[in-house]
Nanobody, 125 residues
Framework: VQLQASGGGLVQAGDSLRLSCAAS????????MGWFRQAPGKERVFVAGITLSGGNTRYADFVKGRFTISRDNNKNTVYLQMNSLKPEDTAVYYCAARGGGITVLSSARNSYYYWGQGTLVTVSS
């Protein structure tokens, strides 16, 4: 499986960005998907996750109310809409898939088997 994240860039505080993650090489509909981020010098942390049908989502507290995860199974793509961006949102954002037909959402980094290459989001103050 391959995951290709895109949509990062340099924005100002308060702006919005939408990240995309295109999946190929396997049945996208069978995967629970997640977004993680890694700021410079820090660990990679969970941002948001979404179940197969998109009916269940989970967010880290620090993005609740600002970020929205969604998916389009017809396009094999998962999105992360980021609004009201803050300088502390600056990080490399990674999409990930749990794989293995697992249907349960998880925020644990080690529960995701497939990873994209990351896309850099920089928010200036």
């Amino acid at each position: 499986v391959q995951l290709q994240a895109s949509g990062g860039g340099l924005v100002q505080a308060g702006d919005s960005l939408r990240l995309s993650c295109a999946a190929s090489g396997r049945t996208f509909r069978s995967d629970v998907m997640g977004w993680f981020r890694q700021a410079p010098g820090k660990e990679r942390v969970f941002v948001a996750g979404i179940t197969l049908s998109g009916g269940n989502t989970r967010y880290a507290d620090f993005v609740k109310g600002r970020f929205t995860i969604s998916r389009d199974n017809n396009k094999n793509t998962v999105y992360l809409q980021m609004n009201s961006l803050k300088p502390e949102d600056t990080a490399v954002y990674y999409c990930a898939a749990r794989g293995g037909g697992i249907t349960v959402l998880s925020s644990a980094r080690n529960s995701y088997y497939y990873w994209g290459q990351g896309t850099l989001v920089t928010v200036s103050s």
